[in-house]
């Protein structure tokens, strides 16, 4: 009974010495009016962890929403695994084999295997070549689920030879309607050889599709797999098996069984693979990105470390009358240290909860100041008669490839950011708490 006592007059003394602690540091984040100084560099401090914690939230956030929409487009678009022939040296693809199409349906998680033909042309509109990717997929009265969600007219087939889908963006730039008539141009036979020749044909506009990733909209246009196989000179044959699976997530363990079952000589590539450069690109420009903007961080650890030299320079006295009174060096540098905890508390709460809000409305934000500059600019020239001002967007859709900003917040890493931040305020605030406890009581209460 006794030991229990004794221990909860320890804890009781351990809980009010840290409500002192904790009570001092707080007292000594504020000043007195004719040392402001101290104060505003107390504030300076706060204000770079909240800058360095808000930035990293909202960029890695877009950057996340970026990677991982473009991701969505291309697998949606594309296919979530492609088998096309190893060892294939004819350019016009490999002779379509029906029973290798059973055996991929046959593995569990796979939606559908479809034949597709694609290659390279050019594209005759109005007068104008323009370089384009050309993909053969389903027949006539057949149009693919995969690809039918993205046609934005009424007519989402084919109903006859000769039909084509091009991108609507593509159609708004080249001012194409529904019924006009493009001529197409591709390559037939092995490039630099003798039997090389044109291939061309006339395709009329059957309608318009919207993927909303800016490059497919623009150099993707849509045939049927025999028109795409005439036009190339490849009869029976494709350039690979489009495959959809039922989870995204599982691509990888889905390809590793198509590998081990299927024959050598086909290739099984994952959409991320088959797109290496572009999604390594994408990690190493968020990497880069991190590691910049954690050295915002950085610095405003330097500023709590400066901002706290200068708190134990201005409390000398007061440290020497706390030790005088039985405060231990453990004690002073508890307060200390507190104090810079505080501050990188204030400072990431702060920038999480702005970081955070400014990330969920973010394009409304963009379009409001899209808004403000667009009629501050068309106010400016009229104002001066300057011409005709043309709109301004700030996110165009020909340079970021998607429509708008998409954001995609990871709890786990804004969790991260914020406790690094208040760690490393923490971590910042040793030096000058250790400075302060090793302050002899005398030497400072004599000189003060």
Same mark, same amino acid.
């Given at each position: 009974m006794l030991d229990k006592c004794r221990l909860s007059i320890y804890d009781a003394r351990v809980m009010i010495k840290r409500l002192f602690e904790l009570f001092i540091g707080f007292r000594y984040l504020k000043s007195k009016k004719s040392q402001g100084f101290i104060s505003f560099n107390t504030f300076l401090s706060i204000f770079m962890v909240f800058i360095g914690v808000f930035i990293l939230v909202v960029v890695i956030s877009v950057m996340n929403g970026f990677q991982s929409q473009i991701k969505d487009k291309i697998i949606d678009v594309d296919s979530h695994i492609t088998v096309t022939k190893q060892f294939e040296s004819n350019p016009s693809g490999f002779i379509f084999d029906e029973k290798l199409t059973q055996k991929i349906i046959s593995v569990n998680g796979v939606k559908s295997a479809l034949p597709?033909?694609?290659?390279?042309?050019?594209?005759?509109?109005?007068?104008?070549?323009?370089?384009?990717? *050309?993909?053969?997929? =389903?027949?006539?009265?057949?149009?693919?689920?995969? /690809?039918?969600?993205?046609?934005?007219?009424?007519?989402?087939? /084919?109903?006859?030879?000769?039909?084509?889908?091009?991108?609507?963006?593509?159609?708004?730039?080249?001012?194409?309607? #529904?019924?006009?008539?493009?001529?197409?141009?591709?390559?037939?036979?092995?490039? =630099?050889?003798?039997?090389?020749?044109?291939?061309?044909?006339?395709?009329?506009?059957?309608?318009?599709?919207?993927?909303?990733?800016?490059?497919?909209?623009?150099?993707?246009?849509?045939? #049927?797999? %025999?028109?795409?196989?005439?036009?190339?000179?490849?009869?029976?044959?494709?350039?690979?098996? #489009?495959?959809?699976?039922?989870?995204?997530?599982?691509?990888?363990?889905?390809?590793?069984?198509?590998?081990?079952?299927?024959?050598?000589?086909?290739?099984?590539?994952?959409?991320?693979?088959?797109?290496?450069?572009?999604?390594?690109?994408?990690?190493?420009?968020?990497?880069?990105? %991190?590691?910049? *903007?954690?050295?915002?961080?950085?610095?405003?650890?330097?500023?709590?470390?400066?901002?706290?030299?200068?708190?134990?320079?201005?409390?000398?006295?007061?440290?020497?009358? *706390?030790?005088?009174?039985?405060?231990?060096?453990?004690?002073?540098?508890?307060?200390?240290?507190?104090?810079? /905890?505080?501050?990188?508390?204030?400072?990431?709460?702060?920038?999480?909860?702005?970081? *955070?809000? /400014?990330?969920?409305?973010l394009e409304a934000i963009i379009s409001f100041a899209e808004k403000v500059i667009n009629y501050a600019g068309a106010f400016i020239y009229h104002l001066f008669n300057d011409g005709q001002f043309i709109s301004i967007s700030l996110v165009p859709q020909n340079v970021y490839y998607i429509e708008g900003i998409p954001t995609q917040i990871s709890p786990e890493f804004v969790a991260f950011i914020g406790s690094f931040a208040v760690f490393l305020s923490t971590l910042s605030a040793v030096f000058p708490a250790w400075h302060a406890s090793r302050l002899n009581p005398v030497e400072t209460i004599r000189y003060e």
């Open positions: 597709y033909f694609q290659g390279n042309g050019l594209v005759k509109i109005a007068g104008e070549i323009k370089p384009v990717i *050309l993909r053969g997929f =389903g027949d006539i009265g057949n149009m693919p689920e995969q /690809f039918k969600k993205f046609i934005k007219s009424e007519n989402n087939k /084919f109903e006859k030879s000769g039909e084509i889908f091009i991108g609507a963006e593509m159609a708004n730039l080249h001012n194409i309607e #529904s019924g006009d008539v493009i001529e197409l141009i591709v390559p037939r036979g092995k490039i =630099g050889s003798d039997s090389m020749e044109p291939g061309i044909g006339r395709f009329k506009v059957k309608g318009f599709f919207k993927t909303g990733y800016y490059e497919y909209d623009t150099s993707l246009l849509f045939i #049927s797999l %025999t028109d795409a196989q005439n036009l190339f000179g490849a009869r029976g044959r494709v350039s690979g098996i #489009s495959i959809k699976t039922d989870d995204i997530y599982k691509i990888n363990n889905y390809a590793q069984k198509l590998r081990d079952m299927i024959d050598f000589r086909y290739s099984v590539m994952t959409a991320e693979e088959k797109n290496g450069n572009l999604f390594y690109a994408l990690k190493l420009e968020k990497l880069i990105m %991190t590691v910049i *903007l954690f050295l915002v961080i950085v610095s405003a650890g330097f500023t709590i470390m400066g901002t706290l030299a200068m708190v134990v320079m201005e409390k000398r006295r007061t440290v020497g009358i *706390l030790k005088s009174l039985g405060a231990t060096p453990q004690s002073i540098m508890t307060i200390f240290v507190m104090e810079g /905890f505080l501050i990188g508390l204030a400072g990431s709460i702060s920038g999480v909860i702005c970081g *955070l809000a /400014f990330s969920l409305n």
